[in-house]
């Protein structure tokens, strides 16, 4: 069983930051990567951002130069750090960790958090 409990979603203004955290816990052998999501209102979930164990990262163009993922491994937790905010990063903000659960190569899984909202006022 693994768990991504989030947390550092609300309400911000145009031009604001905030912080998302993300940590992973249970049954967990190794992390392949770690990164958030989003979905708006009639919109399908897209890409935010990923961090890999090998320490690439992928962001949307639409974040990119504004926010920033950043992982502790130690805590198996993930941030995103998102600054000058824009009406349009308004979303539910969904983390998603690629792991294994034990070293046999198909124990293997994406799993997902619950999700925290994260609203943006002009």
């Known amino acids: 069983q693994v768990t991504l409990a989030e947390s550092g979603g609300g309400l911000a203004q145009a031009g604001g930051s905030l912080r998302l955290s993300c940590a992973a816990s249970?049954?967990?052998?190794?992390?392949?990567?770690m990164g958030w999501y989003r979905q708006a209102p009639g919109k399908q979930r897209e890409l935010v951002a990923t961090?890999?164990?090998?320490?690439?990262?992928d962001f949307a163009e639409s974040v990119k130069g504004r926010f920033a993922i950043s992982r502790d491994n130690a805590k198996n937790t993930v941030y995103l750090q998102m600054n000058s905010l824009k009406p349009e990063d308004t979303a539910i903000y969904y983390c998603?960790?690629?792991?294994?659960?034990?070293?046999?190569?198909?124990?293997?899984?994406?799993?997902w958090g619950q999700g925290t909202q994260v609203t943006v006022s002009s």
């Open positions: 249970g049954s967990i052998f190794s992390i392949v990567a």
């Open positions: 998603n960790a690629r792991l294994y659960t034990s070293p046999r190569a198909g124990d293997w899984g994406d799993y």
């Open positions: 961090l890999n164990s090998g320490g690439g990262r």
